[in-house]
């Protein structure tokens, strides 16, 4: 990555792009990941060991959904600069880059959905690719700074971005210091594979595997499965339809842990202005009959559009103006 000090939302310079040694230990840190899980099993769990997994593993997995996803790359709702943080720092130790990082290359999924030039399509390049072949590839390991204007004002979230790895060595060393060997392999490597391979499936699973209530331009899907697996972030055929929302969970039985996680912080004032689908979003995913797959380019159609002038569903804007009643656009 090169971020630099000089460098503004508007440079023409990107960051993030990783030097070779920074390749090489993505790479290797995975392989040594899943090792320790292989490991872990080999060794068997005691109580403790599943209590501090599934403890390490809700936390993070909360920082993610509601920290990376619905926070930092969608705005959905606010908090102070020091939550921002904590969700931030959090969010780096599930081994998923930094938040700017994340963000952007979120937002570029959002405007891209299911097109050739998607960063993660599994309906493009297959299911693998989608789940974690695109990470592994490093072909999207840079981002525009002006991507993500509204985060880059922040200091310590661009140092977070640049160090992201200090967070996750840290982690990872208090677990060998608390737990030993033990500690390692279940308590941080079996909840880092677990958390990383939760959050792939809604690359990968929730574009091919679900329901579609809402006609979106994209294949996207809602699958209660993945839902309870991601604390909410299953309902991504909504997401799709309104991605500004708090609520991935449009109705009420559509359970998303993350938003009532996000609802309980609100009454003791730690998070504030929520925001809501519209009342004609809700309407509209009510009439009952499956949506149909609108439409997706193959990727031998692309040249240099991948839209052809076929009237395609309404896309709403990345960033929604702020603030923003709970019930409007
Ligand atoms: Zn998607
Ligand atoms: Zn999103």
Redesign the pocket.
Known sequence: MQATRAQTPDSPLRCARPSSWERWFNVAGLAAMHFGVVLALWMGARTIDVAIVAGLYLVRMFAITAGY?RYF??RAFKTSRVFQFLLALIGTTATQKGPLWWAAI?RR??RESDTPRDVHSPVQRGFWWSHMGWILANEHEEYEPSEVKDLWKYPELRWLDRWHVVPVLALLLGTLFIGGLRGLTWWYCVSTVLVMHGTFTINSLSHVWGHRRFATSDDSRNNPVLALITLGEGWHNN?HRY?HTANQGFYWWQVDISYYALKALSWVGVTWDLRKPPQRVLDEGRRGKPAPFVRVVAADELRAEPRSAAPEPKREPLLAPLPQPADAE
Request: net charge neutral; charged share 0%.
């Open positions: 996803h790359a969608h979120h999924h959002h997401h991605m």
